[in-house]
């Protein structure tokens, strides 16, 4: 151990030398590193500079051959005066006939620029002597131009539209041109620069139009070609010929660009590609679509700069440098620095190696077997309290045994195990069989004396087998319960909910005929125990549902004062009939919106009410909505419903919550008990709780508490109007086909629907249904789920498949909600749970077929005499039309009657810009109107009433916009 320990020192005081070094290696690296960065930064920017320099270079070139043409071409457009017919000082230094063409090189004085014309032979003399004069015009003017620019000329054609005559400025072989055109080529060069112009579409005296030069237009150089229209046919054609305009080509020879290279002899690029403003490629070989980013960028082949011209037409530069260029100063230096870079690292490793072998090695030898000693006894002390034994790795030789391990008599066992292992590794934990009792082995690996052993611990768990036997069967049969239960549960709920309907429904149209009072008294007393019976199996279900897993929470946003309004509203009738007051008490802290299951809380508010009014003969009943306590994003609400009834006594209300308790048996002749149990069970599925107080003869008070997310979301009241229901609303008058196996069904669904105005054809199956649907058109769907042949779910994915796109509406009488989820996947459009009444079924028809039409009707008519608009303008008409609604909307809930003003008048010119005149007027009789007071109920009823108007309209245009 004394040598392990200098072992140790040694280590440790090499590692602080070691650490050092490496800290100024480090600063060295960086040091390194940074040079790099600014010599590569420097390279990079020189780089750039020069490909800019090019750049702006091509680009004056251009500008200054666009300034030549477009001057050229402007004057002649401006010039109101007729073309000269000669000019005296012009000669004719050459005559020469090919073919049917003159060529004539001529010159205006004798020191001027010799230009060339080329004319067929039926020019008369007048004819050729004006064409000449056109020449000596364009030669002073090309001499005159060019004289005082720092740029070469160009090689000058004037071309006609049927290629009858043609001038070249100045002519060919003269030395003073930058790119002379040898006379053998003149006819040549022109056919080419014509079939180049044919090509060329809308070109036009005010813009100049740049194009690739024709391949090998010159022999030994490249060029391209700058064209525009000049309005002088007059002055180079017959006057019977002189109709079109003539095209004035200059040929620029590329080798101008390149001067930069020639004066530094220096490659400013590789490869060079200019894009004219049109997207043509006027020179290089990349593509006008090419990806590479503005300024620099990187590919595996080199540099990248992609340049623009900073004003005027946008021509863009694409230059490729490849990375043997780019580095041509930093070669060697960077190959010198690749070098030292390797050999650091090669002696880098051979210190390495030296440094493990003659120091670490040697203490890590050390400090494992230190490390050996201290785990094998941390292992001992570990595993003590069961049975140990210590097997060498090699032969499974024992070395070591302790008592508890020869009681359990595990390690003949353990080491037949081993023996069978294949591998080196340890085997980890098992369960071994032992003369009838389960072992629990732990064989891991260790080192012992200086040997690779297998450290194995044994315990009995035979009773914790026995006990996870007993509970995997249990659990087995439990599952085997729920899931007979779930299938009971299914099954009652269709079978009691069919019949019921039939009952329900025969009653309430029994209610719509001509009765006597007997009559129509018995049968309000059938409907009531009708409705108490339902209730009842609604909520044997629910318990059901509860008890099995069921029953899931639909968390969405939802307004709670809302949710108090409508639930006062719902038993408002009821609670006035029986004599009763009943109001409503809102928190003013109370949030616009929070986020949970609405459909549950009121659920548990209507059972509170119902209750409250069963059980008060006398007084009044107070829902109350207030905040107790709100902690950043959460709220805590109670709803409180208090009474003045008959009170419960103290040693009911800790029964009161139970199933099937009840304080009085029989209390008023109905009611299960189940109410209060299932609000508990719903208060605490959603995280809340339920409490009562009450005493008797003066009242009861339950509130519900629970914390809910609060949604920051802008709070827009409802504007949908009150949807009509019975019988007094008017006629749906839709068709409807009906899909139902059961005959009671039948005859109440086609009652129903006969009683709200609708038109129904029923089918007796699914089957029945899709012969029928091809007979004649329908409005709307109604199928039933459960239907033999043929069935709900494969009647809707018929129809889908058939390409209808009316609304399909199931009917089932399974109130699962993995129902509901069922009959949205197969396409239809939504469902609804039996028995159905009148107002359910009016409110499903109105929902899926009446809205929608007069909806798109009344915004067709709302459309008529507009301006035609376009998809754009249609979509942008809609998005303008919803935001003006809504701020209007935001207006009228602040009581801003000025910005309901700027709304509607903003609103008025946009409408007054498509010609709709009747929402103009609208709109400007409401702003009228707000100038001369604040917003009062008439007016807001009038802007709300506009507003629904334009929702629909914005709705309309959405549709045919996409």
Same mark, same amino acid.
């Given at each position: 151990?004394?040598?392990a320990?200098?072992?140790l020192d040694?280590?440790?005081?090499?590692?602080?030398?070691?650490n050092?070094?490496?800290?100024?290696?480090?600063?060295?690296?960086?040091?390194?590193s940074?040079?790099c960065?600014w /010599?590569?930064?420097?390279?990079?920017?020189a780089?750039?500079?020069?490909?800019?320099?090019?750049?702006? +270079?091509?680009?004056?070139?251009v500008?200054e051959?666009?300034?030549?043409?477009r001057?050229?071409?402007?004057?002649?457009?401006h010039?109101?005066?007729?073309?000269?017919?000669s000019v005296?000082?012009?000669s004719?230094?050459?005559?020469?006939?090919?073919?049917?063409?003159?060529l004539?090189?001529a010159?205006?004085?004798?020191?001027?620029?010799p230009?060339?014309?080329?004319?067929?032979?039926?020019?008369?003399?007048d004819?050729?002597? &004006?064409?000449?004069?056109?020449g000596?015009?364009?030669?002073?003017?090309?001499g005159?131009?060019?004289?005082?620019?720092?740029? /070469?000329?160009?090689?000058l054609l004037?071309?006609?539209?049927?290629?009858d005559?043609?001038?070249?400025?100045?002519?060919? !072989?003269d030395?003073r041109?930058?790119?002379?055109m040898?006379?053998?080529?003149?006819?040549t060069?022109?056919?080419?620069?014509?079939q180049l112009?044919?090509?060329?579409?809308?070109?036009?005296?005010?813009?100049v139009?740049?194009?690739? /030069?024709?391949l090998r237009?010159?022999?030994?150089? +490249?060029?391209?070609?700058?064209?525009i229209?000049?309005?002088?046919?007059?002055?180079?054609?017959?006057?019977?010929?002189?109709?079109?305009?003539?095209? %004035?080509?200059?040929?620029?020879?590329?080798?101008?660009?390149?001067?930069?290279?020639?004066?530094?002899?220096?490659?400013?690029?590789?490869q060079?590609?200019?894009?004219?403003?049109?997207?043509?490629?006027?020179?290089?070989?990349?593509?006008?679509?090419d990806?590479?980013p503005?300024?620099?960028?990187?590919?595996?082949?080199?540099l990248?700069?992609?340049?623009?011209?900073?004003?005027?037409?946008?021509?863009?530069?694409?230059?490729?440098?490849?990375?043997?260029?780019?580095?041509r100063?930093?070669?060697?230096p960077?190959?010198?620095l690749a070098?030292?870079?390797?050999?650091?690292i090669?002696i880098?490793?051979?210190?390495?190696?030296w440094y493990k072998?003659?120091?670490?090695?040697?203490?890590?030898?050390?400090?494992?077997?230190?490390?050996e000693?201290?785990a094998?006894?941390?292992?001992?002390?570990?595993h003590?309290p069961?049975?140990?034994?210590?097997?060498?790795?090699?032969d499974?030789?024992?070395l070591?045994?302790n008592?508890?391990?020869?009681?359990l008599?595990?390690?003949p066992?353990?080491? @037949?195990m081993?023996?069978?292992?294949?591998?080196?590794?340890?085997?980890?934990?098992?369960c071994?069989?032992?003369?009838? +009792?389960y072992l *629990?082995?732990?064989v891991?690996?260790?080192?012992?004396?200086?040997?690779d052993?297998?450290?194995?611990?044994?315990?009995?768990?035979?009773?914790h087998?026995?006990?996870?036997?007993?509970?995997?069967q249990a659990?087995?049969r439990?599952?085997?319960?729920?899931?007979a239960?779930?299938?009971? %549960?299914?099954?009652?709920?269709?079978?009691?909910r069919?019949?019921?309907y039939?009952?329900?429904?025969?009653l309430?149209?029994?209610?719509?005929?001509?009765?006597?009072?007997?009559?129509r008294?018995y049968?309000?007393?059938?409907?009531?125990s009708?409705?108490v019976l339902f209730?009842?199996?609604?909520?044997?279900?629910?318990?059901?549902?509860?008890?099995?897993? *069921?029953?899931?929470?639909?968390?969405e946003?939802?307004?709670?004062a809302? %949710?108090?309004?409508?639930a006062?509203?719902?038993?408002?009738?009821?609670?006035?009939?029986?004599g009763?007051?009943?109001?409503?008490?809102?928190d003013?802290?109370?949030?616009? =919106?929070?986020n949970?299951?609405a459909?549950?809380?009121?659920q548990i508010?209507?059972?509170?009410?119902?209750n409250a009014?069963k059980?008060?003969?006398?007084?009044?009943? &107070?829902?109350?909505?207030?905040?107790?306590?709100?902690?950043?994003?959460?709220?805590?609400l109670?709803w409180q419903?208090?009474?003045?009834?008959v009170?419960?006594? !103290?040693?009911?209300?800790?029964?009161?919550?139970k199933?099937?308790y009840?304080?009085?048996?029989g209390?008023d002749?109905?009611?299960?008990?189940?109410?209060?149990?299932?609000?508990?069970?719903?208060?605490?599925?959603?995280?809340?709780?339920?409490?009562v107080v009450?005493e008797?003869?003066?009242?009861?008070?339950?509130?519900?508490l629970?914390?809910?997310?609060?949604?920051?979301?802008?709070?827009?009241a409802?504007?949908?109007?009150?949807l009509?229901?019975?019988?007094d609303?008017?006629?749906?008058?839709? +068709?409807?086909?009906?899909?139902?196996?059961?005959?009671?069904s039948?005859?109440?669904?086609?009652? *129903?629907?006969?009683?709200?105005?609708a038109y129904?054809?029923v089918a007796?199956?699914?089957?029945h249904a899709?012969q029928?649907w091809h007979?004649?058109?329908?409005d709307?769907?109604?199928?039933?789920?459960?239907?033999? =042949?043929?069935?709900?779910?494969e009647?809707?994915?018929?129809? &889908?498949?058939?390409g209808?796109t009316v609304?399909i509406?199931?009917?089932?009488?399974?109130?699962?909600r !993995?129902e509901?989820?069922?009959?949205l996947a197969?396409?239809m459009?939504g469902?609804?749970?039996?028995?159905l009444?009148?107002?359910?079924?009016? =409110?499903?028809l109105?929902?899926?077929?009446?809205?929608?039409?007069?909806?798109?009707a009344?915004?067709?008519q709302? *459309?008529?005499?507009?301006?035609?608009l376009?998809?754009?303008?249609?979509?942008?008409?809609?998005?303008?039309?919803?935001?003006d609604?809504?701020?209007?909307?935001?207006g009228?809930i602040?009581?801003?009657?000025?910005?309901?003003?700027q709304?509607?008048?903003?609103?008025?010119?946009?409408?007054?810009?498509v010609? /709709?005149?009747?929402l103009?007027?609208?709109? @400007?009789? %409401?702003?009228?109107?707000l100038?001369?007071g604040?917003?009062?109920?008439?007016v807001?009823?009038q802007?709300?009433?506009?507003?629904s108007?334009?929702?629909?309209?914005?709705?309309?245009?959405a549709?045919?916009?996409?």
């Open positions: 151990m004394k040598h320990s200098l072992r040694k280590l440790a005081q090499s590692s602080q030398r070691l050092k070094a490496l800290l100024l290696l480090t600063g060295l690296l960086i040091l390194l940074s040079t960065y /010599a590569i930064s420097r390279l990079l920017e780089e750039q500079q020069r490909v800019e320099f090019h750049f702006a +270079r091509v680009i004056e070139i500008n051959h666009e300034a030549f043409l001057n050229v071409a402007t004057g002649y457009r010039n109101t005066s007729p073309p000269l017919r005296q000082s012009v004719v230094m050459q005559t020469q006939r090919t073919g049917n063409q003159v004539l090189k010159k205006g004085f004798d020191l001027s620029l230009f060339f014309l080329a004319h067929s032979s039926d020019f008369s003399r004819d050729e002597n &004006r064409a000449l004069a056109l000596v015009q364009l030669t002073d003017y090309y005159g131009f060019w004289a005082s620019s720092f740029y /070469a000329s160009p090689q004037v071309l006609t539209p049927d290629g005559a043609s001038l070249a400025i100045p002519a060919p !072989e030395k041109q930058h790119l002379p040898q006379s053998d080529q003149y006819s060069i022109v056919s080419r620069i014509e112009r044919n090509a060329q579409s809308s070109m036009s005296d005010h813009r139009r740049w194009v690739r /030069a024709p237009l010159y022999r030994d150089h +490249r060029s391209i070609v700058a064209m229209k000049v309005n002088a046919a007059s002055a180079l054609l017959p006057a019977a010929k002189a109709q079109g305009q003539l095209t %004035l080509a200059a040929l620029v020879d590329t080798a101008q660009v390149d001067e930069y290279e020639r004066v530094l002899r220096l490659s400013v690029y590789n060079f590609t200019l894009v004219s403003p049109e997207g043509q490629v006027v020179l290089g070989d990349l593509g006008a679509d990806p590479a503005l300024g620099l960028s990187f590919n595996r082949e080199g990248r700069f992609k340049m623009v011209s900073p004003s005027g037409d946008h021509w863009i530069g694409l230059y490729g440098i490849t990375y043997q260029g780019f580095l100063y930093a070669k060697w960077l190959v010198g070098f030292t870079i390797i050999a650091s090669l880098g490793l051979w210190i390495n190696h072998s003659r120091i670490v090695f040697p203490a890590q030898r050390a400090q494992v077997r230190l490390f000693s201290e094998f006894n941390r292992i001992m002390l570990q003590a069961v049975g140990l034994c210590v097997l060498r790795r090699d499974h030789q024992l070591l045994e008592q508890r391990a020869v009681q008599v595990a390690t066992a353990v080491i @037949q081993l023996e069978g292992h294949q591998g080196d590794q340890a085997p980890g934990e098992m071994l069989l032992v003369e009838g +009792r *629990q082995v732990v891991v690996a260790a080192r012992y004396e200086g040997q052993v297998f450290l194995c611990g044994c315990n009995d768990v035979t009773r087998v026995d006990e996870t036997l007993m509970l995997n659990h087995r439990a599952t085997a319960a729920n899931e239960k779930t299938v009971f %549960l299914a099954t009652m709920s269709h079978e009691i069919t019949p019921l039939g009952v329900l429904g025969n309430e149209l029994l209610s719509l005929t001509e009765l006597s009072d007997r009559q008294q049968l309000e007393i059938i409907q009531g009708s409705s209730q009842l199996i609604s909520n044997v279900l629910d318990v059901s549902k509860i008890e099995s897993g *069921q029953m899931a929470l639909e968390e946003p939802f307004h709670p809302q %949710l108090v309004e409508d006062m509203a719902s038993f408002a009738a009821t609670a006035h009939n029986k009763l007051e009943i109001d409503t008490e809102i003013p802290q109370l949030p616009a =919106q929070v949970g299951d459909g549950r809380i009121r508010l209507h059972n509170l009410l119902g009014i059980f008060t003969d006398s007084g009044r009943i &107070r829902l109350r909505l207030t905040v107790q306590a709100r902690t950043g994003n959460s709220v805590s109670q419903v208090t009474d003045t009834g009170g419960i006594p !103290e040693g009911s209300i800790d029964q009161l919550f199933p099937f009840q304080v009085t048996a209390q002749g109905n009611g299960a008990g189940l109410g209060l149990s299932i609000c508990s069970r719903l208060s605490k599925l959603m995280g809340g709780s339920m409490r009450s008797p003869g003066l009242g009861s008070s339950f509130s519900l629970i914390s809910l997310p609060v949604v920051d979301a802008p709070y827009l409802s504007q949908s109007p009150l009509p229901s019975g019988l609303a008017p006629c749906l008058n839709v +068709r409807v086909l009906v899909a139902e196996d059961n005959p009671v039948q005859a109440v669904l086609r009652e *129903q629907l006969e009683a709200l105005g129904p054809t007796q199956d699914g089957q899709l029928i007979t004649q058109p329908f709307l769907v109604i199928t039933d789920i459960n239907m033999p =042949q043929l069935n709900g779910y009647l809707a994915q018929a129809l &889908r498949g058939q209808v609304p509406i199931g009917v089932t009488a399974n109130a699962l !993995e509901g989820q069922r009959c197969v396409g459009n469902w609804v749970v039996k028995p009444s009148l107002s359910m079924l009016r =409110q499903a109105l929902s899926y077929c009446q809205k929608a039409s007069s909806l798109v009344n915004a067709v709302d *459309q008529e005499g507009w301006i035609e376009s998809s754009t303008m249609r979509g942008l008409m809609a998005e303008t039309l919803v935001v609604i809504e701020q209007i909307e935001q009228l602040k009581m801003d009657a000025t910005m309901v003003q709304r509607l008048h903003s609103l008025s010119g946009a409408l007054a810009s010609n /709709a005149q009747a103009y007027t609208q709109c @400007q009789q %409401l702003e009228n109107a100038h001369g604040p917003l009062t109920a008439s807001i009823k802007v709300r009433a506009l507003c108007r334009l929702s629909a309209l914005a709705n309309y245009l549709v045919e916009h996409s």
